[in-house]
């Protein structure tokens, strides 16, 4: 099955840039996706690549893709502590079948 | 639209007890998941329904859990008899047809006491 691997932690300052990284095994993911977790709640979905693009901007996210390296990367601007959460990294492989990684806690200090 | 609901939403039974879960997912959703997410770690799949036809159940431990979807809308997950190693929130999450993104619920967190 599929491998998707992520950093456990991830500490940045209020107003700072944070980068989450992720990596995965299998390269016929139509999708890759990222979501957010808070203490007590199911996942929220916050963005997606389709794997033939690059980079996708959606407001204070950005996400870079490189297929070659299987390597997808979040990066949210202007971090607020609002963002502090945990945050998965998920593919989709065939016939719909998701895999998640263990999640990067991000922790935001003012 | 109405998001994806679950319940109970919180479950505590002692080992050798047997529970069920709920799930119901969004209206005109065809692929319907249940998770098990163990703490500190991400979700994992337990079985996969493509309308009411089973898609993916591998890492379903079917000597103690099972999963239905009846008439292809709601779903129940049962564990008999629960573990200690079941305490766990179980999410559910449904899709639309194709590749495309899953909707998650709340989830049901189990513990077996």
Redesign the interface.
């Known amino acids: 099955g599929e491998d998707?691997e992520q950093s456990l932690f991830l500490s940045v300052r209020e107003g700072d840039s944070s980068v989450i990284n992720c990596t995965y095994t299998d390269s016929s993911s139509?999708?890759l996706?990222w979501?957010k977790q808070e203490p007590g709640?199911?996942?929220?979905?916050l963005t997606?690549i389709f794997s033939n693009m690059d980079m996708k901007q959606d407001q204070r996210l950005t996400v870079l893709l490189n297929k070659k390296d299987k390597h997808l990367s979040l990066r949210i601007a202007d971090t607020q502590t609002g963002d502090s959460a945990i945050y998965?990294c998920a593919t989709?492989g065939n016939?719909?079948?998701?895999?998640?990684?263990?999640?990067t806690k991000l922790n935001v200090k003012p | 639209e109405a998001g994806v609901a679950q319940s109970p939403r919180y479950k505590i039974i002692e080992k050798r007890q047997s529970v069920a879960f709920w799930c119901n997912p969004i209206s005109g959703h065809a692929t319907l998941y249940w998770y098990q997410q163990i703490l500190g770690q991400g979700p994992k799949l337990l079985i996969q329904f493509q309308n009411n036809g089973v898609v993916d159940d591998s890492q379903l431990p079917k000597d103690r859990f099972s999963a239905e979807r009846l008439k292809g809308v709601d779903s129940t997950l049962k564990i008999q008899p629960a573990k200690l190693e079941d305490s766990a929130v179980y999410l559910c999450a449904s899709s639309p047809e194709g590749p495309d993104t899953q909707y998650f619920g709340p989830g049901t967190r189990l513990t077996v006491l």
């Open positions: 998707v139509t999708y996706y979501y709640a199911g996942l929220q979905l997606y998965f989709n016939f719909n079948k998701f895999y998640f990684g263990s999640g």
